[in-house]
C-alpha cells in the first residue's frame, strides 16, 4: 500500500486567489512527480523532482510552481487560479534505481475547481 | 512527446465475457506499465513490461508487449464487475526523470 497523500482532496475556490496543493510521502522516495488529469484525457506531466532542490517542468506548460525543499514533501502552487486551472492534479513518487521497473506509486488526487 | 494511442475508449461487457484493450505507439519504450484507476483515486500499478514479445499474467489478466516494444495489450479473461475501472497504459521517458507517459485510458465497465 503506498502511503502517499495529498491533501486538499477537493477545493472550489474564487479567481485570482493563490492556492498551494500539498503532496507528502513516508516511503523516503527520492523522485516526485505532479501530473494533471482532465476527464476523458490522458495525464500529463507538468513538474518533477529528482530530489530536494531540484524541480523541473514537464512535457504539459503550466502556470504553476512547485519546491522541494525536503525529501518528503513536494508542494505545488499557483499564485493566482484561474478557471482554465480547473482540473484534478495527481502527485506521484518513485525511487531512483537501476531496476528498469520503475513504480510510481500515486496519491488520491485533489479535484479543483476555479470558479 | 511519445504519443501513446489506446484503444477502446469505452468498453462496457457483462460479467464473463473476454476483452482485449491495445496500447499502441510509433515510438518505442524501454519499458510500458499498466495501471489501473477507480473513481476518485490515483492510478494503482498492475504490471510492467520490459523485453520486447514478454507475456505477464495477473490471474485473470494477460499482459503483452509487442516484439518491437512499441505496442502493448491487456487481455482481461471471464470478467467480474470488480474489474470495472479505467485502465492506463504508460511509457517510461528516461529523459524526464523516469517520468510517465500515459494513454488515454480505456474505461471499462462490467455489469452482472
Known amino acids: 500500500e503506498a502511503d502517499i497523500y495529498q491533501t486538499p482532496r477537493y477545493l472550489v475556490i474564487g479567481t485570482g486567489k493563490k492556492i498551494t496543493l500539498e503532496c507528502s510521502q513516508t516511503m523516503g522516495h527520492d523522485k516526485m512527480y505532479w501530473y494533471q488529469q482532465d476527464p476523458g484525457m490522458e495525464l500529463h506531466l507538468i513538474h518533477y523532482?529528482?530530489?530536494?532542490?531540484?524541480?523541473e517542468k514537464g512535457d504539459l506548460s503550466s502556470e504553476s510552481t512547485v519546491s522541494r525543499i525536503r525529501t518528503e514533501h513536494f508542494p505545488l502552487t499557483l499564485e493566482s487560479a484561474r478557471p482554465s486551472h480547473t482540473s484534478q492534479y495527481l502527485c506521484?513518487?518513485?525511487?531512483?534505481?537501476?531496476?528498469?521497473?520503475?513504480?510510481?506509486?500515486f496519491g488520491p488526487g485533489t479535484r479543483l475547481l476555479v470558479l | 512527446t511519445q504519443l501513446l494511442e489506446q484503444s477502446p475508449q469505452f468498453l462496457s461487457i457483462q460479467e464473463g465475457e473476454n476483452l482485449t484493450v491495445y496500447c499502441n505507439s510509433s515510438?518505442?519504450?524501454?519499458?510500458l506499465q499498466w495501471y489501473r484507476q477507480e473513481p476518485g483515486e490515483g492510478p494503482v500499478l498492475l504490471v510492467t513490461v520490459v523485453t520486447g514479445g514478454e507475456v505477464k499474467k495477473l490471474k485473470r489478466l494477460t499482459f503483452q508487449f509487442g516484439d518491437a516494444r512499441k505496442d502493448s495489450s491487456l487481455h482481461i479473461t471471464a470478467a467480474q464487475p470488480g474489474d470495472t475501472g479505467l485502465y492506463l497504459c504508460a511509457g517510461v521517458v528516461e529523459s524526464s526523470g523516469y517520468a510517465l507517459n500515459f494513454g488515454k485510458g480505456t474505461s471499462l465497465l462490467v455489469t452482472p
Open positions: 523532482s529528482y530530489g530536494v532542490n531540484s524541480t
Open positions: 506521484a513518487s518513485s525511487l531512483i534505481s537501476g531496476r528498469a521497473e520503475k513504480t510510481q506509486y
Open positions: 515510438s518505442v519504450f524501454s519499458s
